[in-house]
């Protein structure tokens, strides 16, 4: 199911915001960013993409992942996540215009794309209403991000430092210190590298990477099995009640697609062990290990630039970027990457590239996400809703 509005910006309830909001909201960046190195990205392409539900193509596993779980999860599942089998999968897709002046995002614009996609998604009139449906003063708050190649030239597109400040943000608007809200990835130099500000137990919200480097050992919980080895899970999120995974578009030489699945780059060790032949099965299998899915509360995917394309040097894609004026968000990870997968083959397709080897590819992963209970790959088992903010 598809249906699209457009909203005038300013005008409903659902994205308005004050001048102190915006004024707290640019603080917060400020605090998060640290000498952010913006992507050049090239011309962006004229027009919208069109997500058109399309049939899929997927490949069957072999054999089931052997995913054991050791200890258990203890955050809670708000009753207001509802997602297939029990209802259709709800995909909110919201543009803004006016995301970008020039090269600078407008935290005033990510706000209302922000409180536009929370209110349609959870069915609540208020955005702070629908935050504070899903998070509770009471909690820890891990915000994934994606920074990788940060600190090195490996990627010029990451889960933008704006977009988390503002999510920071409404956070701390419904009762969540800052304190108690924790931005990471993998290594603390990526982040560092990608433009946020590294804050260890400081005032105000906590960012650091689960490694400090990549010569460090990382600050991992071992007790978890995937594919027959054993993995540690990364104690920021394990000290954590609720997650936010907030990835950026970006194909992938060998998986397809880095967005909501791929996006644990750090939240377990020794990803470079899944990066074979069962590459695949590790992500989904990673993916649906307890302290992942009984956390995961809601994925904000970054659309706000995109890297989707060959280009000459085959791997990595990420130094091809188009700037967007987008996000995605869901309850449903495998949903999200479904449409992701369109968008971004739409968008690969827009400026001469053919993606039919990475649909092929994420098309087996979001299979077997499916197999394993973390959502529908099925677009007719989603309900996509588009919304245009003038």
Sequence with gaps: MRNTETLPAPVSRAVRISRRQFIKIAAAAAGLLAGCRSAQPTPPPTGQPSIQPTTQTSIQPTTPPTITPMPT????????????????SKVVHTHHAGVWNGETLVPEAIRHVLDASITRLTGLDDPAQAWAALFDPGERIAIKVNSYGGSFSGSRVFTHVPLVAVVAQSLQDVGVPAEQIFVYDFVTSDLEGAGYSINRAGPGVQCYGTAPDW????????????????????????????????????????????????????????????????????????????????????????????????????????????????????????????????????????????????????????????????????????????????
């Design 73 to 88: 999860s203890t955050g809670r599942r708000p009753d207001i996540i509802q997602m297939y089998p029990d209802v259709p």
């Design 215 to 390: 010569e460090e050992e990382g600050d991992y919980t071992a007790g978890w099995t995937l594919l027959g080895g054993e993995i540690g899970l990364s104690n920021i999120l394990l000290h954590c009640d609720a997650l936010i995974n907030v990835p950026v578009l970006k194909t992938h030489g060998i998986a397809g697609l880095t967005f909501a699945l791929k996006s644990h780059y750090g939240t377990f060790d020794r990803p470079w062990d899944y990066h074979g032949e069962n590459v695949l099965r590790g992500i989904a299998g990673v993916n649906a290990l307890p302290p992942i899915k009984d956390r995961t509360r809601l994925i904000i995917g970054d659309v706000l630039e995109a890297a989707c394309f060959k280009g000459a040097q085959g791997w990595p894609d990420w130094n091809l970027v188009v700037k967007g004026d987008s996000i995605l968000m869901s309850f449903d990870p495998v949903a999200l990457d479904a449409v992701g997968l369109q968008l971004a083959c739409q968008l690969a397709a827009e400026n001469g590239e053919d993606a039919g080897v990475e649909r092929l590819m994420t098309n087996a992963l979001l299979t077997l996400g499916a197999e394993l209970g973390l959502g529908t790959d099925n677009l007719d088992n989603i309900d996509l809703t588009e919304i245009n903010l003038a």
